[in-house]
T-cell receptor, first 110, second 114 residues
Framework: RKEVEQDPGPFNVPEGATVAFNCTYSNSASQSFFWYRQDCRKEPKLLMSVYSSGNEDGRFTAQLNRASQYISLLIRDSKLSDSATYLCVVTSGGSYIPTFGRGTSLIVHP | DVKVTQSSRYLVKRTGEKVFLECVQDMDHENMFWYRQDPGLGLRLIYFSYDVKMKEKGDIPEGYSVSREKKERFSLILESASTNQTSMYLC?????????????FGPGTRLTVT
């Protein structure tokens, strides 16, 4: 399996800001793409899947660019509760084996 | 709600001990995973099981083995624990079909090997 790269941050933003993260992947045959959120000392939880057409869930928008091999996550109107580590996940191979990026840390301050 | 449980939240073992980490899921998922998570290195896949008695090595299988005798249970075994296996161990399960590719994680076991 190949690499999944993320900027570790931290991204330090004020409440109400818009922040965007990117994640690049090296395996052009990757099939599925996800963003997970991990709070401090907790397990990762699915934030959203990422589709070629792009998808939105409230303040969160995810995009996939297969040609350039990256996915993005946009968070609008940041809340204090958005502070967490955001993990990019890409699956590949016949068994859809997941590869995690190392995560991007977001800190939202008052 | 899917529930993935792990046998211990915290575990302290001595170098050379045999260590068993247990994971149980209650959603009849075919796929189960063991990861370790270390600061700066993220989650790394140790082993993956796609069915009972079936397993596949992940990125870092050395020093570990696994057992899946029943669909709901996936065990990680450290045959002879070493200090470099001190880490957070996370188990996850996942359904078989594309529409259920979400992974559900257990709360993790923080293992310290002294």
């Amino acid at each position: 399996r190949k690499e999944v790269e993320q900027d570790p941050g931290p991204f330090n933003v004020p409440e109400g800001a818009t922040v965007a993260f990117n994640c690049t992947y090296s395996n052009s045959a990757s099939q599925s793409f996800f963003w997970y959120r991990q709070d401090c000392r907790k397990e990762p939880k699915l934030l959203m899947s990422v589709y070629s057409s792009g998808n939105e869930d409230g303040r969160f928008t995810a995009q996939l660019n297969r040609a350039s091999q990256y996915i993005s996550l946009l968070i609008r109107d940041s809340k204090l509760s958005d502070s967490a580590t955001y993990l990019c996940v890409v699956t590949s191979g016949g068994s859809y084996i997941p590869t995690f990026g190392r995560g991007t840390s977001l800190i939202v301050h008052p | 709600d899917v529930k993935v449980t792990q046998s211990s939240r915290y575990l302290v073992k001595r170098t050379g001990e045999k260590v068993f980490l247990e994971c149980v899921q209650d959603m009849d998922h075919e796929n189960m995973f063991w990861y370790r998570q270390d600061p700066g290195l993220g989650l790394r896949l140790i082993y993956f099981s796609y069915d009972v008695k079936m397993k596949e090595k992940g990125d870092i299988p050395e020093g570990y083995s696994v057992s899946r005798e029943k669909k709901e249970r996936f065990s990680l075994i450290l045959e002879s624990a070493s200090t470099n296996q001190t880490s957070m161990y996370l188990c996850a399960s996942r359904g078989q079909y594309p529409s259920t590719y979400e992974q559900y994680f257990g709360p993790g076991t923080r293992l310290t090997v002294t």
